[in-house]
């Protein structure tokens, strides 16, 4: 029987692109492992790759890709809009290709749905929102700067809006959101695969000092299999149909993430996931001037 090979799965997107699925994720990632971690992944075999302006590490995200000499155009690259930019679109872009040291993006992503007043930053524009930002990013395709264009972030309330905005000419690609077995979302999944809309997965471990470590459930599928939990947390979201993007800074962790061939989850596994009861999620929007996330997703 020929081997199972999760980790050369890509998803299509509405555009016709294919997004590999599963990328090395890097919020949280300074600069100076960055860089490691990226060469570490490009290495074991990672062809996809998440950073945002946000994150502070572009310039090493970009170092690490070269460090590790697989050709830019064999990696899809993703970073994001940070909020103080949205009435500043084609500049924070540059910004962000001048960092990376690129001339192209594979995806760029509005980060949140949140314009905020650089000047202020509890404060969201008074005369500027997300749908003013996507009619902006929208005229970055034209350019060949951006290959496809998506959201993070949003939930059905707000892709409702913008989707239904006379001038949104183009459904985004992708919507980035929080997505493991205590934050499903299967209602925005749901309503995402009807828009044709992927979804990309983040927190895909839980993030830092994760609860699912210790979830019961996820041990025992991983002792069957002889798998760690971490990687059947992967697997689940790449059969769930969502691409994944685990972080570390831990060369042999970013090793471990990627060891997703040659095994596979029964339906029977999958299930025994997806009925985990417990709920918790990672990223808020008390931060944020604005309410981003409004219950409408579970
Ligand atoms: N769009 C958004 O708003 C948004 C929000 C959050 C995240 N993201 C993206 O999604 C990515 C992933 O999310 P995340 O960083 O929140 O969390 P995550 O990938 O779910 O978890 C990362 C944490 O797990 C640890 N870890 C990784 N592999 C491990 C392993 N095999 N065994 C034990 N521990 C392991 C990491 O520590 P070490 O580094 O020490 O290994 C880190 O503490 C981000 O990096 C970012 O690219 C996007």
Not at 38 to 48: D, Q, S, T
Not at 79 to 89: E, G, Y
Not at 107 to 131: A, G, I, N
Not at 188 to 197: N, P, T
Request: proline fraction near 6%; include cysteine; hydrophobic fraction near 35%.
């Amino acid at each position: 029987m020929a081997e199972i090979k999760n980790t050369a799965k890509t998803f299509k997107l509405n555009t016709g692109a294919s997004i590999p699925a599963v990328g090395l994720g890097t919020w949280q990632s300074p600069p100076g492992a960055v860089e490691k971690a990226v060469e570490a992944a490009l290495r074991a075999g990672y062809r996809h790759i998440d950073t945002a302006f946000a994150y502070g590490n572009e310039k090493e995200v970009g170092q690490g890709i070269r460090a590790s000499g697989v050709p830019r155009e064999e990696i899809w690259l993703t970073t994001k809009l940070d909020n103080p930019w949205h009435k500043r679109v084609p500049e924070a872009l540059e910004r962000s290709l001048a960092n990376l040291g690129t001339d192209y993006l594979d995806l760029y992503l509005m980060h949140w749905p949140s314009s905020t007043d650089p000047e202020d930053t509890r404060k969201h524009y008074p005369d500027w929102d997300f749908v003013d930002t996507w009619r902006e990013m929208q005229k970055l395709v034209e350019t060949g700067k951006v290959k496809n264009i998506g959201v993070s972030n949003f939930g059905i309330k707000n892709l409702e809006r913008l989707l239904n905005d006379p001038s949104c000419k183009m459904v985004p690609a992708v919507n980035q959101i929080e997505l493991h077995p205590g934050n499903p979302s299967p209602k925005l999944v749901a309503y995402c695969a009807q828009k044709g809309i992927h979804c990309s997965g983040y927190s895909p471990l839980g993030s830092t000092d994760s609860p699912l470590y210790k979830n019961e459930t996820l041990g025992s599928i991983a002792k069957a299999k002889n798998r760690s939990v971490q990687q059947v947390l992967l697997l689940w979201g790449v059969k769930k149909g969502w691409s994944v993007l685990p972080k570390s800074i831990n060369a042999d962790r970013v090793k471990a993430n990627f060891d997703l061939d040659g095994w596979d989850l029964t339906d029977e596994e999958l299930a025994k996931i997806d009925a985990i009861p417990d709920r918790f999620k990672v990223c808020g929007d008390s931060w944020l001037p604005v309410k981003v996330f409004f219950g409408d997703d579970e």
